[in-house]
């Protein structure tokens, strides 16, 4: 019998189908689906947005302990000068560009100030880690809701990390340090510390490690190459955050131990990838210096047997912890959350509670460990949540009550303070800005020793060379750091020559203008001690309120030394032995030699005739990266006890030298390095399009 040509067809059994509901198109379901986390996503980045707008107003926060113009500074000189093999000749007597800072948020910032010229670098640097700080949120979101699939609990999660911070209840010295308005602990370490390229770091965390464990759990090499990517960026970002994301991939590794299908050898060949391609900058000089300064400038940190036992400590706990829960068998992801809030809690507990550093600047992980127990405590509310004990159901609802009581008047505070407290006002108007106004106005010759908070800012509005600077890690020679230092803190070796020690070390390192705060003064960091040392002995060219400026002879860069007149012992404990070098410098008798900066990497010495046997003392720290020429013919360098550059010029009619900043073969070795690391990793990533095209919808069709 022919069957007709509409209507229902039976059924290969012979049965009638039932009736038959339209099949919808699956494209506006999975469009839904995807659309729904993206506007979660973006409802938490504009609360945090919103509750933290003056970040992203123009001018300068009431905070004056915070360091952000030091960055500031940095970004507006590569703006200017965007060579990585440069030198720097402003802060700290001069340093490579390299050895400033990691690259990351210098030149994004640089070049969004060449994109937005009209808008002032403080502005664009604090839009720039403002906006990452308010995506930390985001990013968690995104993090949660891979391994939970739950888009409320997600979204729940990244409420509460954006509106709470633990540290406040959990440590007295945090909540001692809350200051003028209420904030998260992660925004008030921006606002008032000025921790931006932390708080991006820490941003890119989640989703580093969510790339790892994507690059162990599966095969492929973009897996990898992504996962390469983010550890990459990090510690381009900053070492804080560097460290923290070594703690955090070892743990990774750790609660992994054991879970299908993940090889541990994908996950280390990401890093040994990452290594080369952030080579270019990451060099090992580069790294070993950060490595050996880190300690020092982490208020004089040193690995001892307290530290060793705490960090043993931290080790035997993380591995009892991975052992409960692989008896209990318990998620990779809770583990994986449960260890990170266990190892950076130790971390910020022994620092905060005992006062005892289990690594450098232990107090900075404050913010990791909040990050952890953000993700802990909502998955542990959400597995209660879901058994099929009602007791354990009740004890989390009653655990989330407390804690949400507890925590209330800190939202509270949070939510409805307004934005008044915290606005920012003109720069102008502060007193660091106007002593620096004066002092770019009157140009010295020589160097600015400037204290305080100014030290940090002066270089992100003028460009002035000065003793000090804002980030001391990276330099090679410390010589001038601890000079400076003993300067301010009144802390001489050579009994009752305190006034004669300090003259005698600021002439050496070539300041002019000395910048001294006074009690009464606005400025935060009011770290001069016993200002009667140059009040006594210098004139005052310049006071405002309680903040004075004083002056010593202009002098240029350079001089005309004899071997004896040099420093042969270390400055640093015989500051005595100055004392030749300095009568050197100021005899009237001898040539003056003219040193005048043509660009930042070049200086030209031009003098009378050069006398046999002396040699040029040059105020500028020594680098391998130097070369110096005389009349055109290359001239030895070395280094004097100070660390600055030493010429050995031959005898001639006129003094014509030209020192010139060209990087060093390292920098050039890694550079190109790195540079075939991302040719062979892209053209690894493109190779035969067609046949991974055609491998992948072999694999969706299986």
């Not at 200017?80 to 001069?94: A, D, E, K, R, S």
């Not at 390469?228 to 131990?257: D, E, F, K, R």
């Not at 890694?670 to 690894?684: E, G, K, R």
Request: aromatic share 12%.
């Amino acid at each position: 019998m022919k069957l007709p040509s509409s209507g229902p067809r039976p059924t290969p059994g012979g049965h009638p189908p039932g009736p038959q509901a339209p099949t919808p198109s699956p494209q506006p379901t999975r469009a839904l689906a995807s659309l729904t986390p993206a506007l979660l996503a973006a409802a938490i980045l504009l609360l945090n947005v919103w509750l933290n707008a003056p970040l992203f107003m123009s001018g300068e926060l009431p905070f004056r302990g915070s360091i952000e113009g030091g960055y500031v500074g940095m970004a507006r000189f590569i703006s200017q000068h965007p060579n990585p093999w440069g030198w720097n000749p402003f802060p700290y007597c001069g340093l490579p560009t390299q050895f400033m800072y990691v690259p990351v948020l210098p030149y994004v910032t640089a070049l969004w100030m060449h994109i937005l010229p009209q808008v002032s670098p403080d502005s664009v640097y604090r839009t720039i880690v403002a906006l990452m700080t308010c995506l930390g949120p985001v990013t968690l979101f995104f993090f949660s809701l891979y391994f939970t699939g739950s888009r409320r609990w997600a979204f729940v999660m990244a409420l509460a990390y954006s509106l709470f911070s633990p540290s406040y209840a959990l440590f007295p010295a945090v909540e001692k340090d809350r200051g003028i308005v209420q904030l998260p602990w992660r925004i008030q370490v921006l606002a008032k510390y000025g921790e931006g390229p932390h708080n991006t770091g820490l941003t890119l965390l989640p989703l580093a490690l969510l790339a790892v464990w994507r690059a162990g759990k599966a095969r492929g090499y973009p897996r990898i190459l992504v996962a390469a990517l983010l550890l990459a960026v990090i510690p381009l970002t900053n070492w804080v955050a560097a460290l923290a994301l070594g703690i955090s991939c070892v743990l990774l590794l750790l609660a992994a131990w054991g879970e299908p299908e993940f090889r541990a050898w994908r996950v280390l060949a990401a890093p040994a990838l990452a290594y080369l391609l952030a080579c270019f900058w990451l060099t090992p000089s580069f790294v070993r210096i950060i490595a050996f300064n880190w300690p020092a400038d982490s208020f004089a940190y040193q690995l001892k047997e307290k530290q060793l036992w705490l960090a043993s400590g931290a080790a035997l706990g993380a591995l009892l912890i991975r052992l409960l829960f692989r008896w209990v068998r318990g998620s990779f992801y809770f583990c994986l959350v449960t260890l990170g809030a266990f190892v950076f809690g130790w971390i910020a507990t022994a620092f905060y509670v005992y006062g005892v550093d289990v690594i450098p600047e232990s107090r900075r992980y404050a913010i990791e460990f909040e990050l952890f127990l953000a993700l802990a405590l909502a998955e542990g509310f959400r597995l209660a949540l879901r058994s099929s004990n009602a007791t354990v159901r009740l004890c989390a609802i009653g655990t989330g009550a407390v804690m949400l009581l507890v925590g209330a008047p800190q939202l509270w505070a949070y939510a409805t303070q307004g934005w008044g407290p915290w606005r920012p006002s003109p720069p102008e108007a502060t007193v660091e800005y106007q002593l620096g106004r004066w002092i770019a106005q009157h140009p010295p010759q020589g160097r600015v020793f400037a204290s305080g908070g100014l030290r940090f800012r002066f270089n992100s509005w003028f460009d002035i060379p000065q003793v000090g600077g804002g980030f001391e890690t990276g330099l090679r020679n410390r010589i001038p750091v601890d000079l400076a230092y003993r300067i301010r803190a009144a802390s001489n070796l050579w009994p009752g020559h305190e006034t004669e020690d300090t003259l005698l070390e600021l002439k050496a390192l070539g300041a002019e203008y000395v910048v001294v705060h006074g009690p009464q003064s606005r400025e935060y960091y009011r770290d001069f001690v016993r200002p009667e040392r140059v009040a006594e002995s210098l004139p005052a060219v310049y006071r405002m309120e309680d903040d004075t400026i004083y002056r010593l002879p202009s002098r240029p860069l350079a001089h005309l030394m004899r071997p004896q007149e040099l420093p042969n012992r270390d400055v640093r404990d015989h500051p005595q032995a100055l004392a030749r070098y300095v009568t050197a410098m100021e005899d009237t008798s001898r040539p003056v030699l003219g040193a005048q900066w043509t660009d930042t990497g070049t200086l030209t010495i031009t003098g009378p005739a050069m006398p046999p046997d002396e040699l040029v003392a040059v105020e500028v720290n020594a680098d391998p990266g130097w070369r110096a020429t005389q009349d055109g013919r290359d001239i030895a360098i070395t280094q004097d006890k100070l660390g600055f550059i030493l010429l050995h010029p031959s005898a001639a009619a006129r003094t014509q030298i030209e020192l010139r900043y060209r990087g060093t073969a390292e920098q050039k070795i890694m550079a190109a390095v790195s540079a075939i690391a991302w040719v062979c990793a892209l053209s690894a990533l493109f190779r035969n399009p067609a046949r991974r095209a055609g491998g992948k919808a072999l694999r969706a069709g299986l």
